[in-house]
């Protein structure tokens, strides 16, 4: 096993140690970008921004150290709230795309659960049938062994002499 190998490994035992129960799923799709405006001039412009505030996700409802875990970047210099940029952590994962996506996920979830459900139950029925026959065969086995005790119980006539 390489470093790099070993790196990953190590990365994900505590990432999974940190959420044991897998954690918050990660919203569809690619994180959004801030953006920031910026005076040039006498116009101001809109440019993309390395990082969102620490406000912005605080106003989106998102733990910082989550944000980044999913990739979003920060940019703890900036203090300015823009409140495109709050909707925008709002509104991640929920563009039209991502909610085909996550539809067409959930029809093969359902599927798979069809599959399976029709697997269980066909085993239900052979162990049934089984639990049938091994019951016939108890009370067979009982049935004779009730004739061996019968038998055994019976009083044996002594031969007289």
């Given amino acids: 096993m390489s470093s790099?190998?070993?790196?990953?490994?190590?990365?994900?035992?505590?990432?999974?140690?940190?959420?044991?129960?897998?954690?918050?799923?990660k919203p569809a799709g690619k994180a959004p970008e801030a953006m920031v405006t910026s005076r040039h001039g006498t116009g101001v412009v809109r440019r993309r921004g390395k990082g969102f505030s620490m406000g912005e996700l605080a106003g989106a409802g998102l733990p910082p150290n989550l944000a980044s875990d999913w990739g979003v970047s920060l940019d703890l210099r900036r203090r300015s709230v823009i409140e495109s940029n709050v909707s925008s952590l709002k509104n991640w994962g929920t563009h039209p795309g991502a909610a085909r996506r996550i539809e067409s996920r959930a029809k093969e979830v359902e599927e798979e659960i069809e599959k399976v459900g029709r697997e269980v139950k066909k085993e239900a029925v052979k162990v049934e049938k089984k639990a049938e026959k091994v019951q016939r065969e108890v009370k067979k086995e009982a049935a004779k062994a009730e004739k061996t005790v019968r038998r055994r119980a019976k009083p044996k006539k002594k031969a007289e002499p």
């Fill in 4 to 25: 790099r190998q070993k790196k990953a490994k190590v990365e994900k035992k505590q990432e999974s140690a940190r959420f044991p129960n897998g954690g918050p799923a």
